[in-house]
């Protein structure tokens, strides 16, 4: 059993690969503020930027988790994933309102893809 840890650092692994299935957050990485679809722009951005790391694509997702602040913003968050998500290959998903650790991250993501 192998299990491939990327991105690590000292409380948490940005991304962990085990038997051909990888496992990871992301987040937004903009200035304090950004509006809503910017932020959803770019964690789906991150989203690819970690699916590449691991050897994987968008095409591959299985499941998402997707965590707002407001839910009442859900129709916005829509918008930017269908114009993302891979046609024909979209993942099992289904989103909440939660609070982040960090007041300025409006989306949150948590996924799971093959490799």
């Known amino acids: 059993m192998t299990i491939k840890r ?17 496992y990871f957050a992301a987040v937004a990485n903009l200035k304090a503020g ?18 590449a790391a691991a050897a994987s694509d968008k095409s591959k997702l299985l499941a998402v988790t997707v965590y707002m602040t407001d839910i009442r913003k859900i129709a916005e968050f829509n918008e930017v994933w269908d114009a993302w998500v891979s046609p024909g290959n979209s993942p099992s998903r289904h989103a909440m309102e939660a609070k982040p650790p960090i007041a300025t991250h409006e989306v949150e993501l948590f996924c799971i893809a093959a490799v």
């Open 6 to 22: 990327l991105m690590s650092e000292h409380r948490y692994s940005g991304i962990v690969v085990h038997n051909g299935v990888a």
């Open 34 to 51: 950004a509006p809503f679809r910017e932020q959803a722009e770019d964690v789906l951005r991150r989203v690819d930027e970690k699916l």
